[in-house]
């Protein structure tokens, strides 16, 4: 497959797109934020010109705000949060729905353990963007289902990526190592890309081992 990456960095596109050309593959980078609304059409409208198709979508923009409880929350940190996890994926999926019509495709949505369970941990921003999320990717499958358009919601616990250095406490590298790595996601959300057309893994929770909502809970009985 031919790989068109986006974000707002640059740089780090860049770093991405040449493993990919180092291991033998295709790798494209189409820079912009897409909390922007215009960003996702002027990508998609790219891919169509230039790659003629898009067979996958793997919408893994999204971000938290350190000040996140009821008591530190700002409207600003509100729009944000909503703005990176949940307006852009809808840009993404609007965008991308008229080129999958054509042939089918595959949706996967990097959602998160907090589309799942309400923690104060997540905050409740983040916690309500990720359930908003879930809700969205199981809603195409329900229309677009017809059209051989699949869409998997992935909810995965902590892992080690730098989303973390946001938390207002900080994780050490310890707690970091025992999380769940960029590698397993990403191997998680291939094997989900490369299943036969007629499979649609429509949700996946997927944690750490040593998880540490358990073990605190644990350690509290």
């Not at 790219?46 to 009821?70: F, M, Q, S, Y």
């Not at 310890?174 to 893994?201: F, N, S, T, W």
Request: aromatic share 4%.
């Amino acid at each position: 497959a031919a790989v068109v990456l986006t974000g707002r960095r640059a740089a780090k596109l860049d770093e991405v797109a040449a493993a990919i050309t180092a291991a033998g593959g295709a790798a494209h980078v189409q820079t912009g934020d897409l909390m922007q609304a215009a960003t996702a059409p002027r990508v998609a409208a790219w891919i169509e010109r230039t790659l003629g198709r898009l067979d996958v979508l793997v919408n893994n923009a999204g971000l938290n705000v350190p000040k996140r409880r009821w008591a530190d929350l700002s409207a600003e940190g509100v729009d944000e949060v909503v703005g990176a996890n949940v307006s852009a994926a809808f840009y993404c999926v609007i965008a991308a729905l008229p080129l999958m019509r054509r042939q089918g495709g595959t949706m996967i949505h990097t959602a998160s353990w907090a589309g799942r369970f309400v923690s104060p941990l997540s905050g409740p921003a983040y916690s309500a963007a990720k359930h908003a999320a879930v809700a969205m990717s199981h809603s195409i499958n329900m229309e677009e289902c017809t059209n051989a358009i699949r869409s998997t919601a992935l909810c995965p616990g902590e892992v080690a990526t730098e989303i973390l250095d946001k938390r207002p406490i900080p994780v050490s590298a310890e707690d970091r190592a025992k999380m769940l790595q960029a590698e397993d996601c990403g191997d998680l959300i291939r094997y989900i890309a490369c299943l036969p057309p007629h499979v649609c893994i429509n949700e996946v929770l997927i944690s750490p081992t040593w998880n540490r909502a358990y073990v605190g809970s644990v350690n509290r009985l």
